[in-house]
């Protein structure tokens, strides 16, 4: 039974990867858009170098935020638009699976283009990575795992709702204040060279908030993909 | 209403748009929860037992349930693994008469999604075959078909259940009725 | 007993008093029979603003500014307790779909729960701190599932009463923290010269807040009552659990100045007209949740599907 289901996340995150890969023009429009989102928070923001090597952290993760919240309606695009979905629950996939899956691969596309958008973001801010670049990417990594378990799980819920293009966001957004709160800070942190070691305990916090979503998320998961 | 349908049965479903043949197909393949009343499958509650009964049954319907940016067999590549099922995909495509064609979905037709949303919904070999419309969007050719593979799963012991607006193509498979109106079985007119 | 508390026991005997006799009653449920708490409610409440206004002595440092603190604090912690309320009716409306495996949950949650208890009395430190909390809390997980259960089997209980419940509790706490939030701004302006302080303890209230609303127009998005009733309580759940997450996370983010509202640091005379507040707002908001839970309940009779006449013979 594990065994199959472990199979079937596997299966699930491939497919949905494989699709990404036929259609590149979503992870890079994906991309594009949380650059053009990083752009606009340099505007928005003083423009002497100190506050906007600053910011830079915050940067990173709003951007990438807001993507994720296209990127996820999109991840269900693909199976509600010949309802692929209902077909996965009755063939029967179990449901962890479905949500595993889809999760591990929008962990995956989240991660990609953080990892691509963060020497942008060190170029155009002018923010040197001074800390470890290895735990930087635990940072993009983690960070990604916390934007799509909580995200794969919302996104379900507000694509079969009425007004979901507002839903999503409104759910979503209070309930990764933490990962936001800690990806960017230990982001930031790193690209001042985090002197005093302080990235460590955001990554731990990071991890905690992937493990309680990730844990509890794909437990209800089962409970809210059944149609009636 | 109350019908029972014996394995190797043929059971045709008519009646107009809203009588309710799709949500009755629906429950009987698991996809909804019955509000009121319940079915079986071999004294096992189809509804309260899915995970048991989900494995034997299929649904074909118009929600073709395939992802468009993968090719035919692509699709069907993965719903036989998720599945655990036989992939044996030029088999199962030069079934239901397609080529092995690389292209996404996208660029399908309709009458050829029809046919492999067929394909998909056969991977499984199930007990139970649902057919909701099976006959729309085809050709003539493609309904031959569809009824050549009915009767053939119908001959390996496979119970069919036939939603349709078309009785004469369903009758060369079904040899009993069930007519519908507004969620009622009343008699053929 | 501390003075103040009195007004609390009075308050919960009414309570307990007017449902019983409510349930009680032959000839069914009488209406609106939580009008007795809301009456005592009211009462408390003019009592104890009142007090807070004119008779509490005046803070030593922020003189009658503080007085906003007798609307403030109790808004705070009874918009925590009517979050507490939608999640702990939000875990029952879930659970009382699978009546079956209440006493098992019960009993596989109170054991380890009476462990963890026993196992914190002999630790010290951060460890018997967590020993304690996760105690706790399987201990209460096992109370409200054998009161669950009870209720399942001799009062009709159903998941719908507990999701309308959880429905109006959410509202309450909601109107209640935007409250506290308003006034938590009222009482930067003066005390620390800004209109919004990013207090740990504001912002993760504000989020909390801005989770539940989400939880809320999610309840109001979905069409079917059943799906809603999964869905909503399953992200009010998860909005619950994530608020000690969001605490920890903001408090680490910045901590610029610690008011400690607490007991503690207030004198005897301002913790009685506080404690008196807070009773007032619980047992309003208790009179809240119930007319919105009535509410909620005369919906979901409209929404019922009507009951189909028997089946004709089939041809």
């Given amino acids: ?228 | 209403m109350s019908f029972t349908v014996e394995r190797g049965d043929a059971l045709m479903l008519t009646g107009a748009n809203g009588s309710g043949k799709t949500t009755l197909l629906r429950c009987l393949a698991t996809a909804l929860k019955p509000d009121h009343g319940r079915a079986t499958w071999e004294g096992v509650d189809l509804w309260t037992d899915r995970a048991a009964c989900r494995p034997k049954l299929s649904l074909y319907s118009h929600a073709s349930a395939l992802w468009e940016d993968l090719s035919g067999p692509e699709n069907l590549r993965i719903w036989a693994q998720l599945g655990g099922y036989a992939p044996n995909i030029e088999a199962r495509l030069d079934e239901v008469g397609l080529e092995l064609r690389h292209e996404p979905v996208r660029t399908y037709s309709a009458g050829m999604r029809r046919r492999l949303a067929l394909a998909r919904s056969l991977l499984k070999e199930p007990e139970l075959l649902l057919l909701d419309e099976p006959f729309a969007a085809l050709d003539p050719d493609g309904r031959a078909l569809v009824v050549d593979i009915a009767n053939k799963r119908r001959a390996s012991g496979t119970t069919l259940i036939i939603a349709t607006h078309l009785p004469d193509e369903a009758a060369a498979v079904c040899d009993k009725r069930i007519h519908l109106e507004a969620g009622r079985a009343v008699a053929v007119p | 007993m501390p003075a103040g508390y009195i007004f609390g026991v009075v308050g919960l005997f009414i309570f307990a008093l007017t449902a019983l006799a409510a349930t009680l009653r032959p000839g069914g449920v009488r209406a609106n029979w939580e009008h007795g708490i809301g009456l005592y409610a009211l009462g408390l409440l003019v009592y104890g603003q009142y007090g807070g206004l004119y008779l509490a002595p005046p803070d030593t440092w922020m003189a009658d500014v503080a007085r906003i603190l007798y609307v403030h604090v109790p808004a705070a912690w009874i918009s925590m307790v009517a979050f507490t309320w939608a999640f702990a009716a939000a875990f029952g409306a879930l659970m009382l779909e699978r009546p079956k495996s209440l006493p098992v949950l019960s009993a596989a949650t109170a054991v380890p729960g009476i462990g963890l208890i026993g196992l914190a009395m002999a630790l010290t430190g951060v460890q018997r701190g967590l020993a304690a909390f996760f105690g706790i809390l399987l201990i209460l997980t096992a109370v409200e599932c054998a009161l669950l259960w009870i209720g399942n089997r001799f009062f009709n209980w159903t998941s719908d009463t507990l999701d309308h419940i959880s429905e109006a509790s959410t509202e309450v706490g909601v109107v209640l923290g935007v409250l506290l939030l308003f006034l938590g701004s009222v009482f930067s302006r003066p005390t620390f010269n800004v209109y919004w302080t990013w207090d740990p303890r504001l912002t993760a209230s504000a989020v909390m807040v801005l989770t539940f609303v989400g939880v809320s127009l999610l309840r109001s998005s979905v069409d079917d009552p059943i799906t809603r009733r999964t869905w909503s309580n399953v992200a009010t759940i998860l909005a619950y659990i994530n608020i000690p997450v969001t605490y920890m996370s903001v408090k680490w983010w910045r901590t610029i100045h610690q008011l400690q509202s607490t007991p503690d640091t207030l004198s005897s005379d301002m913790t009685f007209w506080l404690r008196l507040n807070a009773w007032a707002f619980l047992f309003l908001s208790i009179w809240f949740v119930a007319r919105r839970w009535r509410i909620a309940r005369a919906r979901a009779l409209a929404e019922a599907p009507p009951e189909l006449p028997p089946a004709p013979e089939i041809p």
């Avoid at chain 1, 699709?19 to 923001?45: D, N």
């Fill in chain 1, 1 to 228: 039974m594990i065994a199959r289901i472990i199979k079937q996340t596997f299966q699930v995150a491939y497919k949905d990867l494989l699709i990404e890969w036929r259609s590149p023009q979503r992870v890079s429009g994906l991309f594009f858009f949380a650059l053009v989102l990083v752009i606009l928070v340099a505007f928005t923001a003083d423009a002497s170098p100190g506050v906007l090597k600053k910011t830079a952290g915050g940067a990173l993760w709003l951007g990438l935020l807001l993507a994720s919240a296209r990127s996820l309606d999109l991840s269900y695009a693909i199976e509600t638009d010949n309802d692929a979905l209902s077909g996965m629950v009755r063939w029967p996939v179990h449901p962890a699976a479905m949500f595993y899956g889809k999760a591990l691969a929008n962990t995956a596309v989240l991660t990609l283009v953080g990892m691509a958008l963060t020497p942008m973001v060190v170029v155009m801010y002018n923010a040197p990575v001074q800390g470890s670049w290895l735990q930087l990417a635990a940072v993009l990594v983690l960070g990604g795992a916390a934007l799509a378990a909580p995200g794969t799980f919302y996104a379900l819920l507000t694509t079969r709702a009425r007004a979901s293009s507002v839903l999503l966001p409104l759910l979503l957004f209070p309930l990764v204040v933490p990962a936001l709160v800690a990806a960017s800070r230990a982001t930031a942190l790193l690209m001042d060279g985090d002197a005093m070691g302080e990235a460590g305990s955001w990554l731990s916090l990071l991890l905690a908030f992937d493990l309680l979503h990730w844990s509890l998320d794909g437990l209800f998961f089962g409970l809210i993909v059944e149609e009636r």
